[in-house]
Every structure is written in structure tokens, then in C-alpha cells.
């Protein structure tokens, strides 16, 4: 289990807390991609996904991001599997 999986695991048993940080990290390994276009929100897409999301990168990241950032993490697992 690499240290994004074992983030992963953590963001999805307590979603508090969270930097924008930890999200990217999680999103490289897993080959979604984040844009951030000098504003203070990052926008995470991947293939296969439609729909984007769109996380303001203010400190912690809110709980209600993270859940919906896990979920699309999930989707993209499932896709591959």
C-alpha cells in the first residue's frame, strides 16, 4: 500500500482537516488531473469522468470536498478494476 493509498484511507474515515496538498497527491497517483489556473480553486478531472470538481484550495479543505473528492476516487477505481 503506497502513502497516497493509506491518505486515501484516512480522508475517507475522517474528512476534516485536509490541505489541497493531500488532494493533489492523491490525484497524481491515481491519474486525475488537477488545474489550477492562478486562482484559489483547483479543478480535478479525469478521464471517463463527466463531471469535474472543483475544490477551493483555502486551509482545511471542507469536509463536503473531500467526500465528493473520495467518491470520484472510488469511481475511477472501479472503472479500472
Not at 482545511?60 to 479500472?80: G, H, L, N, S
Request: charged share 25%; glycine share 6%; proline share 6%.
Amino acid at each position: 500500500m503506497t502513502a497516497a493509498d493509506k491518505t486515501l484511507e484516512r480522508m475517507r474515515n475522517n474528512p476534516r482537516d485536509w490541505r489541497i496538498d493531500d488532494l493533489l497527491i492523491v490525484a497524481g497517483r491515481y491519474g486525475v488531473e488537477a488545474r489550477n489556473n492562478g486562482g484559489s480553486h483547483h479543478v480535478f478531472s479525469a478521464p471517463g469522468i463527466t463531471e469535474s470538481l472543483c475544490v477551493p484550495a483555502y486551509r482545511p479543505v471542507k469536509p463536503v470536498y473531500v467526500k465528493r473528492f473520495v467518491a470520484m476516487i472510488d469511481t475511477i477505481k472501479e472503472q479500472t478494476q
